[in-house]
């Protein structure tokens, strides 16, 4: 199996996945949309909002707006020392306050840790008319596509020129035979794009490699 990248930048990555198969090609696109974790708002305290929208629909927005993390760092909570109680591995606080007229956009949150911001400081989050106001902390933490959209990692698409049409990733009809795949990989999270496929391989490699060890156990 070869990877031969044909165009790289931080949103976007294309690449030939070569001498592989339907197989590894569906698990490797299912694991870099919805298994690689990202960084989201989860939980959204407001102390005033005297805008025109509900509390609903500003946690929502905001929910929505990719951040940026330390891979080195932050942990999901279930894989954190704490627990999952909470500390600053798994947590992070991103506070809001503005007062209108003004366009709150997601460049005026403070974040209390330095690796943790908004990948587009222009996302709009609600406009405030005179005098209307807005505070509130927005508590960030690690998640999964495959829990909530706001947490997937990337937009990704294949082909399969052998084919010549574009495989269909849910199909039953998978076909094992030793093929070439075109990826089209666009980040939708604070990760780029060649992050993301290195850690879905990584992670299709670790999984192999566990399936491995519990086949041999059996056989001894
Ligand atoms: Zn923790």
Redesign the pocket.
Known sequence: MKLRILDNSDKRVSFVLEESDAGFANALRRIMANEIPTMAVENVDFEENSSGAFDEIIAHRIGLVPLTYNRKIH?T?DD????????????VVLALEKTGPCMVKAGDFKSTDDSVQPTDPEIPIVELFENQRLKLEATAQLGFGKEHAKWQAAVVGYKNPVAGRPEDPQGDDVKFREEEFVFEVESVSGLKAAEIVEIALNELERRADEFASEVKKEVK
């Open positions: 942990r909570k954190c020392k704490c627990d999952g109680k909470g500390c600053s591995q798994c947590e």
